[in-house]
């Protein structure tokens, strides 16, 4: 049963605004939350073979800080059921720990669980209903506060010494800002090629590096009817058509779209956390404007902006618009397809 107010410790009462329409209660199951861990195991698996133990140092830190403090929160704090039990607090540590370098200290890896669980996991059951993807807003509040903790990259123990100690958008950004061609860093070989970025051979987060694993775990999901096709497909057809069309009018600028899909945090990104489905849109016409809206962004980011990657930064702001694309987009019409 919601409930109506909570009364904290300073007597201050703050109501619950109307349940913003979203998915069935089915979506938020035990079952659901222990089918999306299990699609992350070969991500998981493939941060272990690349990175070895220390991966599952921070994946362990992350899991327990997450779950404790879900506890402490939840429990003492606002008296209310934890959601320990349904596996999604585990499910929030792994989701950050997947969003980590391996040489993050792990202090930070318990600051990014305190944000993650004690700020965007309690203001989602305070106002009744979620805003944003927990494990994202902790990344990109790392990112923001700790800088150069959050972008120093040790390269895996297969990696080439050409490209080790950073990922491929961040050796492609500082390549073109110093005036080198795409053709000039590619023929030197300071770009990994497209198997080491689907392997997992590169430097980057823990669970972003193998886009095999992800596409892996993303056809599980599907298979399980965890989610569905409609964001993930709008995210990587927008990256086909935009960065394309960019390569097109100039490939010594910008990379071809299928470097963009396949490195730094896309896959996780469109299969993992886009897909939330306390955070996304209703319908699957509002999906597909969401998938849109967050490759898109992603790509302004990459190719235009400050940052080499931007995909959390997109879902986030996405995650924002969920309402809004609730209440607004009834339906969408492609070719003979019609999207409700």
Not at 144 to 170: E, R
Not at 219 to 235: C, M, Q, S
């Amino acid at each position: 049963m919601q409930l109506k107010s909570i009364r904290l410790s300073f007597m201050f009462k703050i109501p619950f605004p109307p349940q913003v329409p979203n998915q069935g209660k089915e979506e938020s199951t035990p079952g659901t939350t222990q089918g999306i861990i299990y699609a992350l195991v070969p991500a998981m698996l493939m941060s272990v073979i690349f990175f070895g133990i220390d991966s599952c140092r921070i994946l362990a830190i992350a899991v327990i800080s997450c779950i404790s403090l879900d506890m402490v929160f939840q429990k003492l704090l606002l008296k209310t059921a934890t959601s320990v039990q349904n596996g999604s607090s585990a499910l929030t540590g792994i989701l950050l720990a997947c969003c980590l370098p391996i040489g993050v200290p792990y202090w930070l890896v318990l600051l990014g669980s305190l944000f993650s669980t004690g700020v965007a996991k309690l203001i989602s059951t305070v106002i009744g209903y979620p805003i944003f993807n927990p494990a994202l807003a902790g990344r990109v509040l790392l990112l923001l506060l700790f800088p150069v903790q959050m972008t120093t990259w040790k390269g895996n123990v297969l990696m080439a010494d050409t490209f080790t100690g950073a990922t491929p958008l961040g050796l492609l950004g500082e390549g073109v800002k110093n005036g080198k061609s795409l053709l000039l860093l590619t023929g030197n070989y300071q770009l990994p090629g497209y198997f080491d970025l689907f392997w997992g051979n590169v430097a980057g987060s823990l669970g972003e590096i193998s886009a095999l694993a992800l596409l892996i775990g993303g056809g599980y999901l599907l298979w399980k009817k965890i989610i569905t096709w409609h964001i993930p497909v709008a995210i990587f057809a927008t990256v086909l058509l935009l960065q394309g069309f960019l390569w097109i009018i100039a490939p010594s600028r910008f990379a071809d779209p299928l470097f963009h899909l396949l490195s730094g945090g896309m896959m996780l990104g469109a299969i993992f956390m886009a897909t939330d489905p306390s955070a996304r849109p209703v319908k699957p016409s509002g999906q597909i404007v969401f998938g849109f809206g967050i490759a898109f962004i992603t790509l302004m980011i990459r190719n235009f902006g400050p940052y080499p990657e931007g995909i959390a930064i997109a879902i986030l702001v996405m995650n924002g618009f969920t309402p809004l694309i609730n209440k607004r987009i009834k339906s969408i019409q492609l070719g003979k397809f019609s999207f409700h």
